[in-house]
């Protein structure tokens, strides 16, 4: 007998993948500006570096990863709950403003910060809809 491996679609919604890209993007950015623009961001901590930046960006990237590794699982549950974590780790971004005010921050810092802010809480406001959805089917038993 042979296997099918399931489609994007069925693993999870079209928009959550679109969701997901779109914040995968903003973290990019938003990481890769820090990074390499770290000695012109105000305030920030000398031990953080330009090497920590990215470690940190792999750290987040792989809460996302984790996520998609249940739902191809079929692990519903588990890959929203992780898929909302990841999204919800958007929040780490909005810590720039405890450093500075925005004004003390650059056009392109505050584009990339609320850009991955904005993509991030989209993705967990989906994310914790997939999970009401997710929970309500394992209710409802295997097959639902």
Known sequence: MQTVA???SALLP???WALLALYALASLIHFVHNAESIALY???PSWLTREKVYLAWLAFTGVGLVA???AAAGWRV????CLAAYGALEFVGLGHYTL???SGHTIAMN???WFEAVAGGLLAVSSVRL???AVDRAKDGPGA
């Open 6 to 8: 399931p489609t994007a």
């Open 100 to 102: 500075a005010p925005h």
């Open 111 to 113: 584009l990339s910060i």
């Open 131 to 133: 999970l009401a959805r």
């Open 78 to 81: 588990a890959a929203a709950l």
């Open 68 to 70: 998609l590794a249940f």
């Open 14 to 16: 079209r928009q959550v």
């Open 42 to 44: 105000p305030n920030m």
